[in-house]
């Protein structure tokens, strides 16, 4: 299967800052996707990455509070901005592989005191 | 709309027991649907996907389209399949974007 790196695995923020995670394929792939798991929640689309144009982004998520980038085929970054306790969740990168089957990272998990 | 829906929020069975997880789906087209699981601090892991057509680790899934289900059955439980399982629902009219039930979590029992 395909390998899936994110950093960081594990941060504790302050409210107000702003935290950058990074994710690492090691394949090229045309389609990344950032997803939100709150405790004890299913996992939520936050936007859908694709090198060489803008994120689009899923109903209640903006590029302010969540700006992505994605300047190659392997590799792409989630940055939330302006953090407060609610933000605070794992953040799961995952990367659409040939035959649309769609791995995941291992998660970054954020706490926002 | 694209929906996934998970009724049990827990299935507790004893080890060598059957065990079948439901899932059901709304989506307008042809979609494609999966089960990935989670154990304990673990990554969110493939489990399988219905056009495989495949067991893994002793799991099956049948797409029923006319009741628009994917459930996910094991004739025999193993204490190693306590974990969180989720059905997600992906196709070529959502973007190939993958929808998320809101998950069951497995207890074997020994």
């Known amino acids: 299967s395909a390998v899936i790196s994110q950093k960081p695995s594990r941060d504790i923020c302050q409210r107000g800052t702003s935290l950058t995670i990074q994710c690492q394929v090691d394949?090229?792939?045309?389609?990344m996707f950032w997803y939100r798991q709150q405790p004890g929640q299913s996992l939520t689309l936050i936007a859908t990455?694709?090198?060489?144009?803008?994120?689009?982004?899923e109903s209640g998520f903006v590029i302010d509070k969540f700006p992505i980038s994605r300047p190659n085929l392997t590799f792409s970054t989630l940055t939330v901005s302006n953090m407060s306790p609610e933000d605070s969740s794992i953040y799961l990168c995952?990367?659409?592989?040939?035959?649309?089957?769609?791995?995941f990272g291992e998660g970054s998990w954020l706490t926002v005191v | 709309a694209q929906r996934v829906t998970q009724p049990e929020k827990l299935l507790s069975v004893f080890k060598g027991a059957p065990v079948e997880l439901k899932c059901n789906y709304s989506?307008?087209?042809?979609?494609?649907l999966f089960w990935y699981v989670q154990y304990s601090r673990q990554r969110l892991q493939l489990l399988l996907r219905?056009?495989s057509r495949e067991s893994i680790k002793g799991f099956t899934a049948d797409l029923n389209k006319g009741e628009t289900s994917f459930h996910l059955k094991k004739p025999f439980a193993q204490e190693e399949d306590s974990a969180m399982y989720y059905c997600a629902l992906s196709g070529k009219a959502a973007g190939n974007k993958l929808t998320f039930g809101g998950g069951t979590r497995v207890l074997v029992k020994p």
């Open positions: 219905h056009i």
């Open positions: 394949s090229q792939v045309t389609m």
């Open positions: 989506y307008s087209g042809s979609p494609e």
């Open positions: 990455a694709n090198q060489g144009s803008e994120a689009t982004y």
């Open positions: 995952s990367a659409d592989f040939s035959g649309n089957t769609i791995y």
